[in-house]
């Protein structure tokens, strides 16, 4: 690892970031299948093991804890079983959850996943679909207490899984907040428009929701922007389109995840830059994204530049996709994946 890398790492147990976004409680039920079951043509699973781990902004959150970071995690929860489970695991692992309000209203968001010899056979999801319109619980306690406790933070990272919790009014609070100081704002997204974000430093969005958000830009207004289409799929589109995006959203900075063929850094005035994916097997992607998002917004935080925190990110990223399920990267595993090129 070099000099810069390792003072960069060396950083991270300093920093204090704030993520905002759609908190889940993820249960992992695994076992092993020996027969059909006579009553429908479906596995049965005979469980081995369960266990509950934080999911949505919650896993970007426990991504930041494993790697040596201060978090307060903002969100919801319901007034219920799983919301208790959650508050206990998020508390166990020190992240902070003042900021964490319960809403009677709601059901905490809850996914079961169903694996059996490291394949995923079902996942159930339970949620609750609330109008944005009433929620009250956002205007009288989530914005107050990030507007109360913004000056601790380094960097903010917005976790949109599309629940409800991210709106324009929470990030308008959040941009003007981050301009007043000085702090970078990283976004996972989830809108189709990204122009929906603002000007953040840094939008985060995968090959699917890079190819939406360039759908939705009319015509007349691509070509303005020298984007040529809708499609990432050659590297001639992938430098064009995202450059082309980039300019269009007029933010700091795009990263672009493409799987196994790696990522893209759009910076405003310079050449896009690649990184090679790092994965040698894959054997689950689910929290790829959250790993992404919370390694690259640390690096930031802890003084490097988009290209270096994205490299720090990929690395991360390819340790994780060879895990099964969504897990943290510890501090001790990104150090030797960035030991060896």
Do not use: W
């Amino acid at each position: 690892m070099s000099h810069t890398y390792n003072n960069i790492i060396a950083r991270f147990k300093t920093k204090r970031l704030l993520v905002v976004g759609d908190i889940v409680l993820d249960r992992y039920i695994k076992g092993s299948v020996s027969r059909i079951s006579p009553e429908a043509p479906v596995p049965v699973v005979l469980q081995e093991e369960s266990f509950f781990t934080p999911g949505g902004a919650a896993n970007v959150a426990n991504n930041l804890r494993g790697l040596g970071a201060q978090v307060t995690l903002v969100g919801k929860i319901g007034k219920d079983t799983e919301g208790g489970i959650l508050k206990k695991e998020l508390e166990r692992r020190r992240i902070t959850t003042a900021g964490i309000f319960a809403d009677g209203r709601m059901d905490t968001i809850f996914k079961t996943r169903i694996i059996a010899r490291h394949q995923q056979v079902v996942r159930l999801d339970r949620e609750t679909r609330l109008d944005p319109k009433d929620d009250k619980l956002k205007a009288a306690k989530i914005i107050p207490f990030i507007r109360r406790n913004f000056s601790k933070f380094d960097a903010v990272i917005i976790s949109d899984y599309g629940k409800g919790i991210v709106d324009a009014g929470l990030l308008s609070a959040v941009r003007s907040l981050a301009g007043e100081h000085k702090i970078p704002v990283v976004v996972d997204p989830k809108l189709e428009d990204l122009r929906g974000y603002g000007r953040v430093t840094c939008i985060t969005p995968n090959k699917k929701e890079a190819e939406t958000a360039l759908s939705v830009i009319p015509e007349e207004t691509r070509r303005r922007y020298g984007i040529r289409s809708a499609r990432l799929d050659s590297q001639e589109d992938i430098k064009v389109n995202g450059r082309g995006l980039l300019a269009y959203l007029g933010i700091q900075s795009l990263l672009l995840t493409l799987g196994e063929h790696g990522m893209y850094v759009f910076e405003l005035g310079k050449p896009p830059f690649p990184i090679a994916t790092r994965a040698q097997e894959v054997y689950d992607v689910s929290g790829a994204g959250d790993t992404v998002i919370s390694v690259f917004a640390l690096s930031l935080a802890a003084g490097a530049n988009q290209r270096r925190a994205a490299d720090i990110a990929n690395h991360a990223a390819g340790i994780v996709v060879g895990k099964m399920g969504a897990v943290a990267v510890g501090l001790d595993e990104l150090k030797a994946a960035l030991d060896h090129p």
